[in-house]
């Protein structure tokens, strides 16, 4: 039987936070819309953070209120605080992320927090999402590279990924947040993390900075791990990290996983026009 691969698009988010000029609400509409169609079943739409930080994420609620959803897409944002995530829930997403570091300067940088400060800004957010039945993912930043404090320890990642699942998240997502990481320090990270968590719990998360996305990828895949995060057309980056570039695109983790022969249920033949469109959006 062939294997499933999740792919979570993560585009409309990730891919366009980082963008210079500011795109406008119809074209991000159009774009989720457009990936819609393609079939993915988890799309990270956008992000309720604060406009002065993410300029490019504050019409997040006219976005969600705009897009068509479809049966079996679950779409998805990201929330710092419960401001966000009750703005969130309030205009109708399906599951919220909130997104803690392994390190500790890039929290600060990212979310203006320790990370421990992190975790008392998440646990409401968990505890109203367990009423709610709103499920939460949580991201770690900088797993294998920090772009302030250099190298991570993976046991720096085990501590924090430890606490968000027991706090209630029902997926970890590493993030390689500069794409920094090697074949060497992903295989690292990988068996030392699968020590405290299966990898059902886990997803990969690769910048594709130095072109070495696709190779991790392959190593989360030997460990066991079927879910990814990629971005049409390879937008994106983080704004608190400098010269990082877009996810790993979309289009060629799918045709890498589909020339190894597992299924992701991605509508190939609709891809290569939801791409052109992201990449007429801007540059990083
Ligand atoms: P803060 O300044 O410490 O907090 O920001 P604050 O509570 O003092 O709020 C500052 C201002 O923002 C206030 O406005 C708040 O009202 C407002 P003012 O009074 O000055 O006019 N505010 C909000 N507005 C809208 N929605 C909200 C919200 N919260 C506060 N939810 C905060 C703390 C977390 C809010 C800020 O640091 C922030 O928004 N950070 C987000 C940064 C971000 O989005 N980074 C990119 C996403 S993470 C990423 O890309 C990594 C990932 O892809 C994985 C990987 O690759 O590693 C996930
Ligand atoms: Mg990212």
Redesign the pocket.
Known sequence: MTEHVKIFE?GPR?GLQNLNQLVATEDKIKLVDMLSNCGFSNIETTSFVSPKWVPQMADAANVMAGISKRDGTTYSALTPNMRGYEAAIGSGVDEVAIFGSASEAFSQKNINCSIEEGFSRFTPIIERAKIDKCNVRG?I?CVTDCPYDGATDPDQVIRVAVRLLDMGCYEISL?D?IGAATIETTHRLISSVLNYMPSNALAG?F?DTNNAALENIGVCLEAGIRTF?SAIGGL???PYAEGAKG?VDTVAVVNMLHEMKYETGVKTEKLDKAAAFARSLGEN
Do not use: I, Q, R
């Open positions: 993560v990730d991201y930043s993030g947040t998360h910048h995060d994106g980056g983080c996810n």
